[in-house]
C-alpha cells in the first residue's frame, strides 16, 4: 500500500483474542497497531492521549462496554472510527452499535484480510459489514425477522449483464465471494469481477451501498 498505514487500537476483555488480533494485524500491510486495551476506560484514556484512525472494538467488555465507550468516542474524538469486532450479530447489538457511531460491525469469523478491509474502509469513512450482519440488516429492513431470498436472477437491472445482475441479487442476500463462486459454479475471482463491474456500473462503492441500491429501487422483488 502506499500513503502512511492506518493506525488501530485493539479493544477486548479476553487477553487471548486481543493478543491474537494484534499478532494479525501486525502482519498486514498498512496498518500498524499502537495500542491494545481491556475495557472502554482504557480505550478512551489511550485515545485521549493519541489518537488512532481506528478502533477495533469488542461490545462486551467490563468497566465500559463497546457500546457506550463507541459513544463516546463519536462525540469526542469525531475522527476515530470504531468497527465492532463480536460474536453477536443479534438485531439489538447491531442497531445498538451502529446508532453509537459505529462505522462497520463484523464478527469474529471473519478472516484478517476481512477484518484489515474492514479497518481500512472504516477509517475511509466508509460503512461496512460483513455477510452475516448484511443479512440481519435486509431482514430488519424488510420487517420479516428473517433473511429475505435474493432477487430473481435476470438481466432487467439497467446497464447490467445476466452474470452481474445474478452476483448483485446474491451480494443483496448477503453471501461471500466464496459463496456466490459456489452457487454461480464460477470461480471467485470472477465473482470478483462481476462485482467491481456492478458497483462502478450502479455507482456504489463497497456491498454496503450495492444492498442499499437494490432494495432502495425495488429490484428486490
Known amino acids: 500500500m502506499t500513503g502512511p498505514a492506518i493506525r488501530v487500537i485493539v479493544a477486548d476483555d479476553q ?4 493478543e491474537g488480533l494484534v499478532a494479525l494485524l501486525d502482519l498486514m500491510d498498512g496498518i500498524e497497531v499502537i495500542g491494545n486495551v481491556g475495557n472502554g476506560e482504557e480505550a478512551l484514556r489511550v485515545i485521549a492521549q493519541d489518537p488512532p484512525d481506528a478502533v477495533l472494538m469488542d461490545l462486551r467488555m467490563p468497566v465500559l462496554d463497546g457500546i457506550e465507550t463507541t459513544r463516546r468516542i463519536a462525540a469526542e474524538h469525531p475522527g476515530v472510527a470504531v468497527l465492532v469486532l463480536t460474536t453477536y450479530v443479534d438485531d439489538e447489538s447491531i442497531a445498538a452499535a451502529l446508532h453509537a457511531g459505529a462505522k462497520g460491525y463484523v464478527t469474529k469469523d471473519a478472516g484478517r484480510e476481512q477484518i484489515a478491509a474492514a479497518l481500512r474502509a472504516a477509517a475511509a469513512g466508509q460503512i461496512t459489514f460483513d455477510a452475516a450482519v448484511s443479512q440481519r440488516l435486509v431482514a430488519a429492513f424488510n420487517h420479516t425477522g428473517e433473511p429475505v431470498a435474493p432477487p430473481p436472477a435476470r438481466a432487467a437491472i439497467p446497464g447490467l ?6 452476483v448483485l441479487s446474491l451480494i443483496a442476500r ?16 470472477t465473482v ?3 462485482a467491481n463491474n456492478v458497483f462502478m456500473k450502479i455507482g456504489v462503492r463497497n456491498r454496503s451501498e450495492a444492498v442499499r441500491y437494490v432494495y432502495q429501487h425495488g429490484l428486490a422483488d
Open 174 to 189: 448477503g453471501l461471500s465471494n466464496a459463496e456466490i463462486a459456489a452457487a454461480m459454479l464460477i470461480g471467485e475471482a
Open 15 to 18: 487477553q487471548i483474542m486481543r
Open 161 to 166: 449483464t445476466t452474470r452481474e445482475s445474478e
Open 192 to 194: 470478483k469481477t462481476h
